[in-house]
């Protein structure tokens, strides 16, 4: 079992674990994911590395408090242990050889960006931010961003976080204005990768998504995370969680990402009476 070090609350609904786990730590990169159970009749779930330390041997992770799981994650206190925590799974984000990037994140999303502009700027990219919150109240990691960004943009649906608008709003105007990216990277809800890309297509601008389907076991053995991609089968857990946005087929997966909603309601209401506490 892996033991949680620390723990803090970045909003209401989003917190962070800074977990002891010394081999993911050794090997972990930004853009892969872990798995992790709660406790022996839990699901699993997928999470993002959100950071890691190799010296110290540990693993950071991000969570929004959404579903059963995520609850009972958040129950558990520093010092408390995560039953099962594997990884790291998944290909790592590429960022060798790019020069001038934009990275856009939306939401908790942020979380999965964050390390992704880190790794950037140290390897000496020059890397625009967008980040993106529907309110100043659920914005995240805004020092972090703003430590390790050459420019960072800021914007929220209401106005009360930087700009009020879309992310979109602030790339489009960075494109008009003819600024030169040699890639650009979105990570966050489904819809804005979705118009990220088809903005930068008519820019003719690599663009990276990074996906978040459905997902059990993480070693592209139960199918869940299949994505169409080009045309093509892929499996988000073993051939991604980065695409090209430009082949991704997001209307498919937006279809697929709510299929069990009414499911995910009823086990967030259930409470099983044999284990005392929900199963």
Request: include cysteine; glycine fraction near 10%; aromatic fraction near 6%.
């Amino acid at each position: 079992m892996n033991q949680i070090l620390e723990k803090s609350h970045l909003n209401e609904n989003v917190a962070r674990m800074v977990i002891d786990a010394p081999l993911i730590a050794a090997k972990a990169e930004p853009g892969q994911f872990v798995i992790l159970r709660v406790r022996e009749e839990g699901e699993r779930i997928p999470l993002t590395v959100a950071g890691f330390d190799r010296e110290r041997g540990t693993v950071t992770i991000i969570y929004q408090i959404v579903g059963a799981t995520t609850r009972l994650l958040d129950q558990l206190e520093q010092g408390d242990e995560i039953l099962d925590f594997v990884g790291p799974l998944g290909r790592a984000t590429a960022t060798e050889g790019l020069q001038r990037v934009a990275v856009i994140g939306g939401g908790v999303g942020c979380a999965i960006a964050y390390p992704v502009v880190k790794k950037l700027h140290d390897q000496g990219t020059w890397v625009d931010t967008v980040i993106g919150f529907r309110s100043s109240g659920l914005a995240i990691l805004d020092d972090e961003f703003s430590a390790d960004s050459s420019r960072l943009f800021r914007v929220s649906d209401d106005g009360t976080y930087g700009e009020k608008g879309l992310v979109t709003d602030i790339l489009r105007r960075l494109l008009e204005n003819r600024e030169q990216y040699d890639e650009v990277i979105a990570i966050g809800p489904l819809p804005m990768m979705k118009f990220v890309s088809l903005l930068t297509k008519q820019f003719g601008i690599k663009t990276v998504v990074s996906m978040n389907p459905i997902m059990i076991d993480g070693t592209g053995m139960c199918g869940c995370c299949r994505l169409t991609v080009g045309g093509k089968m892929r499996f988000a857990c073993i051939d991604g969680p980065d695409f090209d946005g430009h082949e991704v087929d997001f209307d498919e997966a937006i279809a697929r990402s709510s299929a069990y909603r009414a499911q995910e309601r009823l086990a967030d209401e259930h409470v099983c009476n044999l284990l005392k506490g929900g199963c």
